[in-house]
């Protein structure tokens, strides 16, 4: 594992990329899909510094991270609920979320944090976060949003992750790099720097509040499932499917099943795949998958 801190004069970086590659990639920002960006700044660097997933979470100093939204050009994308799980419990194991927790920034400056699935000693978290979704090597550009002193207010992490079957993500291979990661930095900051880290995308359209579980259980009751047999296939008590039903209903402003479907239903509609187009087919929960 290791990290890096870098100054980037402005404008470093453009002329490493082809012109055209990068007025694509900005171009993508007023865009209203939240996959664009991302699956664009993959694509840019497919050629020179190839990754398969990116993600873009805002990240303060003792509070989970925010989704703030991501796009892959793998053939096997991330679970849904990897994401989920990590915002509200496993990235307290991740030396990343350590490392804002103690690190001051100023203007100017770009960190570079890499963790490979081999700097990983929780054996939960390498499972849930890393394996279980093909990974082994993730490369953060981090981007301090100050707001006074030397505190960053909040910081914007642009996550880079790389399969097996890849090489991981060398310090070398990085350093030789960097005008490229500052130009994904930028773009990062140009659409989300305004971003309240206590909002996203997910967040908007509601189904980011549920945890893993109650979204599961949102998804089998809205496609007419009872109680009973989502207790059967989640391997759960029926009385914890009823209690997971109402916590679920509180948070989307549903009183009863069929109000929760409907609202499911709506949530995951293409009509809201510029909020959360990542919730669409939202099939995880499938055993027989």
Known sequence: MWHQTITVPPGNGAASL???SVAFLFEQLPASDSTALPAAMLRLIEPVFPAQHCAVFSLRPKRPPRLACEASLSPRPFPVEVGLEYMHSWHRFDALSTFIDRRGAS????????QGCHDIDNRNYLRNCYERCNVIDRLSILVPMVAEASRPSHWLAVNLY????????????????????AVLGAAAKLKYGALNPECTQADVCGIGRLSAREAQVTELVAAGHSSKEIAARLKIQPNTVVTLRKRAGEKLDASNGKALSARWAALTSPALSSFCPKYRGYTHTRSDD
């Open 162 to 181: 790389r399969v097996h079957g890849t090489a991981p993500f060398a310090q070398e291979e990085s350093h030789a790099m960097l005008g490229v990661l």
């Open 107 to 114: 203007p100017g400056h770009l960190t570079l944090f890499q």
């Open 18 to 20: 082809p012109s055209e």
